[in-house]
């Protein structure tokens, strides 16, 4: 099972960037689709969510109207199309699987990608 992340870097603050996470080793379309971040200090919450049955979505209350959520199930990927980024948005963001029919539980974390909003 592998996710990995692509699309991080360096963005002033205002821009936007776009993160795609690549799914392999697993069903993919089964899955529900994460992304967390983590800032120096702080712990790791969940900023977006895209469910894996009817793609519904939802956000953390800090990043509602800038970021999207989106899924391809045909190429295994889910991005995160960043808009308006603050420099509080700065953290290591890391994409999540998980599929859970209990008592059978799934989780699957990529190595993270990093985002940096700064002038």
């Known amino acids: 099972v592998q996710l990995v992340e692509s699309g991080g870097g360096l963005v002033q603050p205002g821009g936007s960037l776009r993160l795609s996470c690549a799914g392999s080793g697993f069903t993919f379309s089964n899955y529900d689709m994460n992304w967390y971040r983590q800032a120096p200090g702080k712990e790791r919450e969940l900023v977006a969510t895209i469910t894996g049955v009817g793609g519904s979505t939802n956000y953390a209350d800090s990043v509602k109207g800038r970021f999207t959520i989106s899924r391809d199930n045909a190429k295994n990927t889910v991005s995160l199309q960043m808009n308006s980024l603050k420099p509080e948005d700065t953290a290591m963001y890391y994409c999540?699987?998980?599929?859970?029919?209990?008592?059978?539980?799934?989780?699957?974390w990529g190595q993270g990608t990093q985002v940096t909003v700064s002038s």
């Open positions: 999540n699987a998980r599929y859970q029919l209990p008592p059978i539980k799934f989780v699957y």
